[in-house]
Nanobody, 131 residues
Framework: QVQLVESGGGSVQAGESLRLSCVVSGGSFRNYALGWFRQVPGKGRNERDFVAAINWSGTSTTYYADAVKGRFAISRDNAKNTVYLQMNNLKPEDTAIYYC????????????????????WGQGTQVTVSS
C-alpha cells in the first residue's frame, strides 16, 4: 500500500518562504513521477491546480505552473523517499491546501502535470500567506 504524508505547511507573511515535504512509503519510490498540486476553498478534488512536477530520470526534469515559476522549486531525494517543494517569495494568492501526488511510470522521462493521471495522494497541508 502506497502512502504519502505531507508536512511543512503553515502561516507566513507575504515574501517569506516555506518548504513542504512529502514522504512516500510503499511501492518503488525511485520509479515514481511526482507532483504537487493545490486546492483552494470552494473547489473540488478534480479542480486541484497543478503546481510542480518532477520525473525520475537521472536529470530530474521539472515542470512548473506559470504562477509559481521562478519562485517554487521541486526536488526529490530517493534515499529518503521524499519529495520537496521549496516555496520562496510567497504571495497571498498562494494560499491553499497543498497535496503531493505520486504515480508509477515505466518511462523515466515522463513528467506528469495533470491530477487525473496520479493514483496516489497525500492528505494535504495548509499554506496560508497573509499580506
Amino acid at each position: 500500500q502506497v502512502q504519502l504524508v505531507e508536512s511543512g505547511g503553515g502561516s507566513v507573511q507575504a515574501g517569506e518562504s516555506l518548504r513542504l515535504s512529502c514522504v512516500v512509503s510503499g511501492g518503488s519510490f525511485r520509479n515514481y513521477a511526482l507532483g504537487w498540486f493545490r486546492q483552494v476553498p470552494g473547489k473540488g478534488r478534480n479542480e486541484r491546480d497543478f503546481v510542480a512536477a518532477i520525473n525520475w530520470s537521472g536529470t530530474s526534469t521539472t515542470y512548473y505552473a506559470d504562477a509559481v515559476k521562478g519562485r517554487f522549486a521541486i526536488s526529490r531525494d530517493n534515499a529518503k523517499n521524499t519529495v520537496y517543494l521549496q516555496m520562496n517569495n510567497l504571495k497571498p494568492e498562494d494560499t491553499a491546501i497543498y497535496y503531493c501526488a505520486a504515480d508509477y511510470r515505466r518511462d523515466p522521462l515522463v513528467v506528469v502535470t495533470t491530477s487525473r493521471e496520479y493514483n496516489y495522494w497525500g492528505q494535504g497541508t495548509q499554506v496560508t500567506v497573509s499580506s
